[in-house]
């Protein structure tokens, strides 16, 4: 089964640093990678994507994330954290499309973004 | 807006009613799935539709829910006999078929409370 793990509950940075947020998975074939973060009591809101192609993808608000295969890792990356970037952040898998088409989602990371 | 549309965002009900949830997808997207998300957990696969066609289902999906599309546009989840484990967020997520990988783009969910 396609599935992701993301090692931290929460990362804590100061704003103006940069910020990692970490996702590793586990998946037979070629992995179908996004990243969507999620404010409070919203839905989630779609970042970035790795489908195929140049191992940095970059997405929204300045977020890129970095597919390393050989470490089965998507790392999620900003040079400079904002406070407004303070968030729930969900690393998901899809399934092939020879088995349909959910996204198994991790468990989150919160960041926190201190002034 | 032209985002994914629930209603309602919020239901307070007694155990064993029966609730039912609408999803208005993004217009020209043809495919809609189903979430629930639990308090510090990632959003965990329903179902899903192309277009009025319901194609894959979880285990998840007992026997008490059920999810209509019935003209390929806007959805229906109703959960009959509700029960406390029932208390989630109700996400629903559209996304197109025209290419492979197309992010899904959710809604900003309904929060279900069991009394």
């Known amino acids: 089964a396609q599935s992701v793990a993301q090692p931290e509950d929460q990362v804590n940075v100061a704003e103006g640093n940069p910020l990692t947020v970490k996702c590793t998975y586990s998946?037979?074939?070629?992995?179908?990678l996004f990243w969507y973060v999620q404010y409070p009591n919203r839905g989630l809101q779609f970042l970035l994507k790795?489908?195929?192609?140049?191992?940095l993808v970059k997405g929204s608000y300045g977020f890129e994330a970095e597919f390393n295969k050989s470490q089965t890792s998507f790392h999620l990356k900003k040079p400079s954290a904002l406070v407004s970037d303070s968030a729930l952040y969900f690393c998901?898998?899809?399934?092939?499309?020879?088995?349909?088409?959910?996204?198994?989602f991790g468990k989150g990371t919160s960041l926190l973004v201190t002034p | 807006d032209t985002g994914v549309s629930q209603d309602p965002r919020h239901k307070i009900t007694k155990r064993g009613q029966n609730v039912t949830f609408r999803c208005d997808p993004i217009?020209?997207?043809?495919?809609l799935y189903w979430y629930r998300q639990t308090l510090g957990q990632g959003p965990e696969f329903l179902t899903y539709?192309?277009?009025?066609?319901?194609?894959?289902k979880s285990r998840l999906l007992s026997d008490r829910f059920s999810a209509e599309r019935p003209k390929g546009s806007f959805s229906t989840l109703e959960i009959q006999r509700t029960e406390q484990g029932d208390s989630a967020m109700y996400l629903c997520?559209?996304?197109?078929?025209?290419?492979?990988?197309?992010?899904?783009?959710f809604g900003d969910g309904t929060r279900l409370s069991i009394l």
């Open positions: 790795y489908i195929t192609g140049d191992n």
């Open positions: 539709f192309q277009n009025e066609a319901q194609l894959e």
């Open positions: 998901a898998v899809r399934d092939p499309p020879d088995s349909g088409y959910a996204l198994n």
């Open positions: 997520a559209s996304s197109p078929d025209r290419e492979v990988g197309q992010p899904q783009h």
């Open positions: 998946v037979s074939g070629n992995p179908y």
């Open positions: 217009s020209e997207h043809n495919r």
